[in-house]
């Protein structure tokens, strides 16, 4: 069975502070892994994702995540928080050439000026 | 033009009444999904589609049917409402071509209210 774990429902950083999610993941076969991200009002938009290849893997908006096998581990950073970066942020995973995805619980990022 | 469209935005609505919400979308896409959110739960599956002819249940399927009417097109029904479905509902779409694991693009989301 899949399941991820999001520590942390909340995470407040400072505008140009380091922005670190957790995302720990379960799953009895390979996984793809995946961050979406949630703004205000609007729908979920793929930030980035792993599918097996490198295991640093680089999405927009200068978001990064870093797949740790033995850790079971998917977290997302980002160098220096903006502004615009404040949105609900989930983490999902999938089971290799399956579609169907199973999410985390989401983690609400507030940037403070 | 979005590419996923969500129809109404918002509805409220009553205990026992019928409510269907649907989605359209233009990407040319076989696979389509819907899902509800809840605060602290995340987004979890209702059914989904892996073309016209294919319905599957989800995680969460109880309370709920879906009918695939044409590949654009697929529409989520509560046939009898109750407060517990109150949430936010999104519809999903991907296509099967070009790579192992396909972006599922998400559409606005369904603000459901069941008094």
């Known amino acids: 069975a899949q399941s991820v774990t999001q520590l942390g429902s909340h995470v407040s950083v400072s505008e140009g502070a380091l922005v670190l999610l957790r995302c720990n993941y379960s799953?009895?076969?390979?996984?793809?892994l995946f961050w979406y991200v949630q703004y205000p009002n609007q729908g979920l938009q793929l930030l980035l994702k792993y599918t097996s290849a490198a295991t640093l893997v680089k999405g927009i908006n200068g978001f990064e995540a870093e797949f740790k096998k033995s850790e079971t581990s998917f977290h997302l950073t980002k160098p220096s928080a903006h502004m615009s970066d404040a949105a609900e942020y989930f983490c999902?995973?999938?089971?290799?050439?399956?579609?169907?995805?199973?999410f985390g619980t989401g983690t609400r990022l507030t940037v403070i000026p | 033009d979005a590419d996923v469209t969500q129809t109404p935005r918002n509805r409220i609505t009553k205990t026992g009444k019928r409510i269907m919400l649907e989605c359209s979308q233009t990407?040319?896409?076989?696979?389509m999904y819907w899902y509800r959110q809840d605060p602290g739960l995340g987004l979890r599956l209702i059914y989904y589609s892996f073309d016209v002819k294919d319905i599957n249940k989800g995680e969460i399927s109880d309370g709920y049917s879906v009918s695939r009417q044409a590949q654009a097109k697929f529409s989520l029904s509560l046939e009898s409402a109750i407060p517990n479905q109150t949430a936010l509902y999104f519809c999903a779409t991907s296509g099967t071509t070009g790579s192992i694991w396909n972006e599922q693009f998400f559409g606005p989301g369904t603000r459901l209210t069941v008094l």
């Open positions: 799953s009895s076969v390979p996984p793809y």
């Open positions: 999902a995973v999938s089971e290799s050439g399956a579609n169907n995805l199973f």
């Open positions: 990407k040319g896409h076989d696979r």
